[in-house]
């Protein structure tokens, strides 16, 4: 019995080791937290680590994809006049067909439709007034130019049932790369603002010609027309597309895609360089005949913008001659380069829709030649 009292722990010392075992724990459970903590600061440092890396590199991409993209513009210009030559309706709108097909597959960025008869329009808004007549060439030719060169789920949203358009179905599509398939994938789409409403703060919805319409970055009138660079979709069964409204030469300057032309009106052949729409103007002018000097000699200089002119049945002395802006009578000493694009012709006239695909031809390696220069030096 004595030895079974002894082998028994007083009460005091009972209390006093779970106390003890009591502030360890207190201990372990404040060095846990602590190391929890720094778990939770490092993973957070980490993350944060990761998104810098993350951004660093699409920063990297871009800069590679600056390299890729195109710097330089090529515009041309020549008379709605050519259009009075067509012998009728259905070959006048098929000439201006030509002409956007000739344009799209050369890459030209403008195209300038000028009036060497003194019409003076500025503008393709307004009735139409016949397109058997002879007159108003320009604002048809350019109504058509406009049309072809909008992809086509974006027409009905911007030409309405049009007299100058009634034949615009026999014409061949450019085919350009903004002229997307339903389920084409493409960084960049054509669309058009809709007029739905959207929660505060978000963007508007555009129609980009796919089976999802794709939510914007920033609240836009309806009916507008955007390029839009699209995100790649974070879940798959999401109800729209996000993106973002970037300038229509984005894709140009960018990525090296070639995204249509512009359509302008000038009043006369000096409105032509007079209204240009870059703030530097062009910087290389070209003009087009027979009684120019030889292309296969020409050495093109290095430029931002550069301008080819063709004239119309009269060739450009009869655009000089009507201007009331100009006092000279020779052409040639309104262009950098007065060039013959088709030495030795066999047939006495080239018309308006053959000079522009032979010059673009001819033209080409100079242009590609005289691009290279800035970046060698």
Request: proline share 5%.
């Amino acid at each position: 019995m004595a030895d079974g009292g002894a082998a028994k722990r007083p009460k005091g010392a009972q209390v006093e080791e779970r106390k003890v075992d009591w502030r360890r724990w207190k201990q372990e459970r404040k060095a846990e937290k602590k190391k929890w903590k720094e778990m939770k600061l490092l993973k957070k440092l980490e993350k944060q680590r990761m998104r810098e890396l993350a951004e660093k590199e699409a920063e990297k991409q871009e800069e590679q994809m600056e390299d890729k993209g195109r710097h330089y513009t090529l515009s041309v210009a020549l008379p709605g006049s050519i259009l009075n030559n067509a012998q009728s309706l259905e070959l006048r709108t098929y000439l201006a067909g030509q002409i956007a097909r000739a344009c799209a597959i050369f890459c030209v960025d403008e195209i300038v439709v000028f009036d060497e008869h003194g019409e003076d329009v500025k503008t393709v808004e307004g009735d139409f007034e016949g397109i058997g007549r002879k007159g108003k060439a320009c604002v048809q030719l350019a109504r058509i130019l406009q049309y072809l060169e909008c992809p086509q789920y974006l027409r009905k949203s911007f030409f309405p049932k049009h007299e100058d358009l009634q034949f615009a179905g026999l014409l061949n599509p450019l085919d350009s790369p903004h002229h997307m398939r339903v389920d084409e994938d493409s960084e960049y789409r054509e669309g058009v603002v809709l007029d739905r409403p959207t929660k505060p703060g978000r963007g508007s919805f555009v129609n980009c010609g796919m089976r999802k319409e794709v939510q914007i970055d920033r609240q836009l009138n309806p009916g507008l027309r955007v390029t839009v660079r699209l995100e790649e979709p974070q879940k798959p069964e999401a109800k729209v597309r996000k993106g973002t409204v970037v300038s229509s030469h984005h894709p140009r300057t960018v990525s090296g895609l070639y995204w249509g032309y512009s359509v302008r009106l000038a009043s006369c052949l000096s409105a032509v360089f007079s209204e240009c729409p870059f703030k530097e103007g062009y910087d290389l002018s070209i003009g087009t005949s027979e009684r120019g000097s030889s292309v296969d000699q020409a050495t093109l200089p290095s430029f931002r913008h550069a301008l080819v002119v063709f004239g119309g049945l009269e060739g450009l002395e009869a655009g000089v001659d009507v201007d009331p802006n100009l006092e000279v009578t020779d052409p040639s000493v309104l262009f950098d380069f007065y060039l013959n694009t088709c030495p030795s012709q066999g047939s006495r006239t080239i018309r308006t829709e053959e000079a522009l695909l032979i010059s673009l031809s001819a033209l080409r390696p100079h242009i590609d030649e005289a691009v290279k220069t800035p970046s060698d030096s």
